[in-house]
């Protein structure tokens, strides 16, 4: 087979455009270096009226917005989902691991909650603390300087509030809490549950000139046109060309393995080109992993040579181990006294305005970790499924439920509005025993060997998702609502999420000082290659109860620094 | 098959890919196609757009079956000031999602024959030349389900009915019409400041000081945001 090469040699190359492919675009460019960016989707912009899906009504899709194509719906920015036609994935055993994946310029970041949560100082020495799984090689204070200008560069609302393990950074103002939010609040101090402003990457007030305000259409998840609140390409990747920097993009470009050279240095990318199926090479002093945590992993062990005949970086034989998700488990409720409201535009911006960060001591409890509560509800754009139904909720009045006819027309106005639901986002313990590998028996599409994922909740994360079933319940009582559905139970883990769905996966290129039990060091390099870095979710050590994303970044940033240091003092 | 097993099989019988679409029936004009492509742009994908292409070219249901469909829906929402389910497409959304949810196609249509079914045993004429009265008749032994019962323990042919019903609903309150009807007032662009006074005076409600003073002041959202050492905004 010819494998087409091109001549140029790239001071980085960048495989993946999301959050840390996008940071380490921004920063390293910026230093006069010169990029290549590769990317497996195709190039997105939100503001390109062809692909934009924000303001859009439901009658602009045939189906009303419902999730064929797309898991969130029509509108949701993500090219992908948990299963792509043409890239598999396997489990073995019992496994039921599902691995989300967005395949475009900016990936995930294009259609996240935008919950941006610093770690805070107990989340980088777990193993201090409860003895289960390990501490991280950095401190809050070797992150902090890095969270500090990841929010002023891209921008955060929140509030001040002093809270020990959930640092405050430099916010914008929040928005005000929405009726139903308001509910939640009294339920939930009643349960001596904290509730605070939430903390999301949307700009309620103007950082530059280059991005806009938030007008409030409660749209983020479809990514806006007006760049006003994060993603990867609006703020990253786009400023850093516009800047001047030095970027080539190859889009729609799967990249197959990490080339090396006889001292098994990396010299640069193998990847596929999805529009012609071949197979081409990019050359560069140095790679930076950036594709997503397993798909890190799986380009890494796919890059076998004489040299690193177990894959790249992978003489720890821990690349693809302690894979680990979010835990999350959820509950709706009915809220009587919301039936009839008074309609107004509620929309607010792209998610919920208070939220509850983790209030108690694991030390009282029979789990080791927390979980925060994020709310939803309210008065939102109809799209397919509203309306279905529609009385259900009689059956609390005992009035009979169905029919057909005008009397549809009141329930319909009567019990729009009065849903509100709540989410707890925790932290599961990361176990070696929980990974992912290539699966010996399967290619994609494009002939790259796939992965195959085993992976088992432990009682922990079960005891867990009970206890956040029990806190919804009390929360629901104390706010005067009904509780929907049966309470999850022993029989279905307590309701507890099958790994993958919360798509905050991490920890399979994990960070340590120790080349024989982790995969990279501090600054996210290799120990095995110092020419490769991973700046994506795979080098955390714990994923804490906070999102990852505003992690990923600052990690990113700090090792893009650690990079153009090595640059100057010549080391690539 | 006795009635009960035919429902029944209706219910459950969720056709694989090989059938799909077997008994839709083909043969819609490349005109009529190009027009229904234009009049949904809501940025797509190549290969999204290829699979819409590919429904829009096939018609599930018949005229009769549509016309059956038209009347059950009008049934369900009958036309009042604000539109009716033919202003709101619905008889259109429900022949996309036979096709877009393969396993509706052959649900909707056995329901459809059923309801056939009775309407000849009972008045000796189909669904839709019986009079009003006489179709209300049928929905009426539909149109409420058990309470006590979860969805699927249902009557299969309460179960076909709560479908028409929840089809009939989102297509007529995702539409222009309806969302006029139903008063969402959301989706454009805004200044959001929180919950209107008389509504808050209204539950008793009302914005603590301590929490108020951190939310965003919206006569300095354009002010570009500068803060000190400390992280407190200056602006």
């Known amino acids: ?572 | 098959m006795d009635r009960r097993d035919s429902i029944k099989s209706i219910m459950l019988g969720s056709i694989g890919v090989g059938v799909l679409f077997e008994s839709c029936v083909n043969g819609v004009s490349n005109e009529e196609i190009k027009k229904t492509i234009s009049k949904f742009q809501y940025g797509r994908t190549e290969k999204e757009k290829a699979y819409d292409k590919k429904l829009f070219s096939i018609q599930c249901f018949n005229k009769k079956e549509m016309k059956t469909i038209t009347q059950l829906c009008n049934l369900i929402l009958p036309p009042n000031e604000f539109g009716s389910i033919i202003d709101a497409e619905v008889p259109e959304l429900i022949e996309f999602m036979a096709k877009d949810i393969p396993s509706y196609e052959t649900t909707i249509k056995n329901g459809l024959s059923l309801l056939n079914q009775f309407s000849i045993k009972n008045y000796s004429k189909s669904f839709i030349d019986c009079n009003e009265n006489q179709q209300k008749e049928f929905l009426d032994e539909m149109a409420y389900p058990d309470p006590d019962l979860s969805s699927s323990e249902q009557k299969e042919e309460v179960q076909w009915f709560s479908l028409m019903r929840n089809l009939t609903m989102t297509g007529y309150y995702t539409s222009k019409v309806g969302i006029k009807e139903l008063g969402y007032v959301g989706n454009t662009p805004n200044v959001w400041d929180g919950v209107p006074k008389d509504v808050l005076d209204q539950y008793g409600l009302s914005y603590e000081k301590e929490w108020i003073d951190k939310c965003v002041d919206q006569s300095k959202r354009n002010e570009t945001a500068v803060w000190d050492n400390d992280g407190n905004l200056l602006t």
């Not at chain 1, 691991?97 to 990936?107: A, C, H, N, Q, V």
């Not at chain 1, 002023?152 to 009726?179: A, C, Q």
């Open chain 1, 1 to 572: 087979m010819q494998i087409k090469e091109n001549l140029k040699e790239y001071d980085v190359i960048i495989v993946g455009s999301g959050a840390g492919g996008g940071m380490a675009t921004k920063i390293l460019s910026e230093a006069g270096l010169s990029i290549a960016i590769v990317e497996a989707g195709p190039y997105f912009d939100p503001a390109n009226p062809d692909q934009m899906t924000q303001m859009k009504w439901a009658y602009d899709s045939p189906r009303r917005g419902r999730g064929t194509t797309r898991p969130f719906g029509d509108f949701d920015q993500a090219y992908g989902g948990w299963d792509i036609e043409g890239e598999p994935y396997s489990q073995v055993g019992e496994t039921q691991f599902r691995w989300f994946r967005s395949r475009m310029l900016g990936g995930r970041t294009n259609h996240w909650g935008r919950i941006s949560l610093r770690f805070g100082p107990d989340d980088f020495r777990k193993k201090s603390i409860d003895g289960l799984g390990e501490d991280w090689p950095i401190t809050y204070d070797d992150i902090k300087p890095y969270y500090d200008k990841v929010d002023k560069l891209i921008g955060v609302f929140g509030s001040k509030e002093n809270l020990p393990n959930d640092p405050d950074g430099f916010f914008l103002p929040p928005p005000k809490p929405r009726l139903h939010e308001m509910f939640y609040i009294k339920g939930a101090r009643k349960s001596n549950v904290k509730v605070m402003p939430s903390r999301l990457s949307i700009l309620t007030k103007r950082i530059n000139n280059e991005r806009g305000v938030c007008f409030y259409c409660r749209q983020c998840a479809r990514s806006c046109m007006a760049y006003a609140d994060f993603s990867s390409g609006s703020c990253l990747i786009f400023p850093a060309q516009k800047s001047g920097g030095q970027i080539d993009m190859f889009v729609n470009s799967m990249v197959r393995s990490v080339t090396t050279n006889e001292e098994g240095k990396a010299t640069g990318v193998s990847y596929i080109n999805k529009d012609d199926k071949k197979e081409y090479k990019l050359k560069g002093k140095v790679v930076v992993l950036a594709a997503s945590a397993c798909s890190s992993a799986r380009i890494l062990l796919n890059s076998k040579s004489k040299q690193h005949p177990n894959g790249l970086g992978n003489s720890s034989d821990i690349v693809g181990k302690y894979l680990h998700d979010s835990t999350g488990g959820g509950r709706m409720a009915f809220i009587p006294d919301l039936m009839d409201r008074k309609i107004y535009n509620e929309d607010g911006v792209g998610g919920m305005h208070v939220y509850s960060p983790w209030w108690l001591d694991n030390k009282k409890l029979n789990f080791p970790r927390g979980y925060h509560i994020e709310v939803w509800g309210g008065m939102g754009a109809p799209s397919y499924g509203t309306g279905f139904n529609v009385n259900a909720f009689n059956k609390f009045f005992g009035i009979p439920v169905g029919g057909y006819g005008d009397v549809l027309r009141k329930d319909m106005r009567k019990y729009y509005g009065s849903l509100i639901g709540m989410d707890g986002r925790g932290e599961s313990v990361a176990m070696k025993s929980n990974y992912c590998e290539i699966d010996p028996n399967q290619v994609d599409e494009y002939g790259v060997p796939t992965l195959r994922f085993n992976y088992k909740w432990t009682e922990h994360e079960v005891k867990q998702a009970e206890h956040m079933q029990n806190t919804f319940e009390e929360i629901i009582h104390n706010m005067g609502a009904i509780a929907l559905g049966n309470k999850a139970d022993k029989s279905s883990n307590f309701g507890l999420t099958k790994p993958g769905e919360i798509i905050h996966e991490v920890g399979t290129t994990r960070m340590g000082n120790d080349s024989k039990t982790s995969v990279v060091n501090e600054f996210e390099q290799l120990h095995d290659v110092s020419n490769v870095f991973v700046v994506d979710a795979g080098p955390f050590v714990s994923q804490a109860d906070k999102n990852p994303t505003w992690t990923i970044m600052a990690l990113a940033w700090r090792s893009s620094d650690y990079i153009i240091d090595q640059f100057k003092k010549q080391n690539f």
